[in-house]
């Protein structure tokens, strides 16, 4: 595999598309309800720059954060986009990422819908915890409301299938709450915290022409916490189960 070969992904990233109202929304969310539960916590490993708006979030409550990101020109389209950016930045595939640091917090924000082997990833990843540290996840769910809503009305015949946006995002899958839960559990860790990140009643469009006060999409976010079966995306906080 080439180097560079995730770059292709990096236009899903430059912030032009429609979904980038849903993806601000999600990405803003999830880095403070994670950065609230770690208070106190030193230290950060984040999987993924992505849209690089986590990492601008997660570097204000955290002294010590490192990204890993296998992609060059995601890498560029992250330092353009936040230049003062205080972030390392560890050019690498997941797979093949390995440190003598451990971390006081490793987070998953939605990578496990991107990689061959989600099993493979989390079991890896374990050795670079801290005794005692937090690890998180976040994926998106294929049974959001909005989802569900369109099954229902024969618009959509597979809530699994993946989108022309999906594919352009690299993702090789949908989750579930149940597929989540399964797959956590073949990787040797328990779910102890499960909430959802964004109640999505509507369409992207149909939100958009709402015009919502940020009031609404607040209490949106803030009535997902309980309905994770029902929300755009699905946080779980993981434990070890295995030595």
């Not at 006081?104 to 801290?130: C, M, N, S, W, Y």
């Not at 976040?138 to 229902?152: D, I, K, M």
């Not at 709402?210 to 609404?216: F, T, V």
Request: charged content about 25%; hydrophobic content about 40%.
């Amino acid at each position: 595999m080439e180097s560079n070969s995730l770059d292709k992904h990096v236009q899903a990233y430059q912030g032009m598309s429609i979904y980038e109202f849903d993806n601000t929304i999600l990405l803003k969310w999830y880095p403070q309800r994670i950065a609230q539960s770690c208070k106190g916590a030193s230290s950060l490993l984040e999987l993924g720059l992505g849209h690089g708006i986590t990492a601008n979030v997660f570097q204000q409550h955290f002294n010590r954060h490192v990204v890993i990101d296998a992609s060059p020109a995601v890498i560029q389209n992250y330092s353009k986009r936040f230049p003062d950016s205080k972030i390392e930045i560890a050019e690498s595939y997941f797979e093949n990422f390995d440190t003598a640091e451990r971390f006081d917090v490793i987070v998953f924000g939605f990578i496990l819908e991107h990689v061959d082997d989600p099993i493979q990833i989390l079991k890896h990843f374990r050795a670079f915890l801290t005794p005692g540290g937090r690890m998180f996840v976040t994926v998106p769910n294929a049974e959001v409301l909005n989802r569900r809503l369109g099954h229902l009305a024969g618009m959509l015949p597979d809530m699994k299938k993946l989108s022309e946006h999906d594919l352009l995002l690299g993702h090789k899958r949908y989750y579930t709450v149940e597929s989540l839960r399964e797959d956590i559990e073949a990787s040797g860790y328990k779910i102890t915290r499960l909430e959802g990140i964004y109640l999505k009643p509507l369409t992207t469009s149909q939100m958009m022409s709402l015009n919502l006060d940020e009031k609404i999409i607040d209490a949106l976010c803030t009535a997902a916490i309980d309905y994770p079966e029902l929300s755009c995306g699905i946080l779980a906080e993981l434990e070890l189960t295995d030595s």
